[in-house]
């Protein structure tokens, strides 16, 4: 099994759709979870972090759930520049491994 | 502005001959510093851990004498691909931690192309 799973994707959504990603993890010893936004051929940005209490940026928002080792992102109102590949990032105690997910593709259409 | 800057983006090479890219860290000084490779279509996979003034980390299944990494001042990491075949095509990336040592920043990437 791998230690972080994604849906495979890819997804193909109307502009203003709502979209949801999931991402699960092995380890129950994780630490800190984060997803990070790649376009293609480029480097991966920080999108937002992930807290149990749940956290809200705009039209995204992201939940842990540290019972079923589970992390969502939630995006409202897509747009066509939010196309990209998402990427579900988890680390170990002390932050001294980083796991990145496989990465859901996304594609926004008009 | 950028954290960490890498070069160079884009590099095509004839097999046997080697590469080298380099990667600075622009805002703070980053004695550890994170080497990733991405194939198409796949997530990014750890090659080495780089630490300043002493050996760099490698993972399994990543063969240092392939993979040089230099890491000789708290702002610049280098990795050499030795004798590239064109399996090693790939895009190659760099990555610091910020100053908490929670989120990752990432250089530009280079996209490596042996033929």
């Known amino acids: 099994r791998k230690e972080v799973e994604q849906d495979p994707g890819p997804f193909n959504v109307p502009e203003g759709a709502t979209v949801a990603f999931n991402c699960t993890y092995s380890?129950?010893?994780?630490?800190?979870f984060f997803w990070y936004r790649q376009d293609c051929r480029k480097e991966p940005k920080l999108l937002m972090s992930?807290?149990?209490s749940g956290n809200e940026d705009g039209r995204f928002t992201a939940q842990l759930n540290r019972a079923s080792q589970y992390i969502s992102l939630l995006i409202r109102d897509s747009k066509l520049s939010d196309s990209a590949t998402y990427l579900c990032?988890?680390?170990?105690?002390?932050?001294?491994?980083?796991?990145f997910g496989p990465g859901t593709s996304l594609s926004v259409i008009p | 502005g950028a954290v960490v800057s890498q070069h160079p983006s884009r590099v095509i090479c004839k097999s046997g001959t080697s590469v080298k890219i380099e990667c600075r860290s622009l805002?703070?000084?980053?004695?550890?510093m994170f080497w990733y490779r991405q194939f198409p279509k796949q997530s990014l996979m750890l090659m080495a851990t780089?630490?300043?003034?002493?050996?760099?980390?490698?993972e399994q299944g990543v063969e240092k004498d392939k993979f040089l990494i230099n890491h000789a001042s708290l702002t610049l990491s280098t990795l050499t691909v030795t004798s590239a075949h064109p399996e090693d095509s790939s895009f190659y990336i760099c990555?610091?931690?910020?100053?908490?040592?929670?989120?990752?920043?990432f250089g530009s990437g280079t996209q490596l192309s042996v033929l």
């Open positions: 990032v988890v680390t170990t105690t002390s932050y001294d491994k980083v796991i």
């Open positions: 380890n129950s010893a994780s630490q800190s």
């Open positions: 992930v807290y149990s």
């Open positions: 805002d703070f000084q980053a004695t550890t």
């Open positions: 780089s630490n300043e003034g002493s050996k760099a980390t490698y």
């Open positions: 990555s610091i931690r910020d100053r908490d040592g929670e989120k990752l920043f």
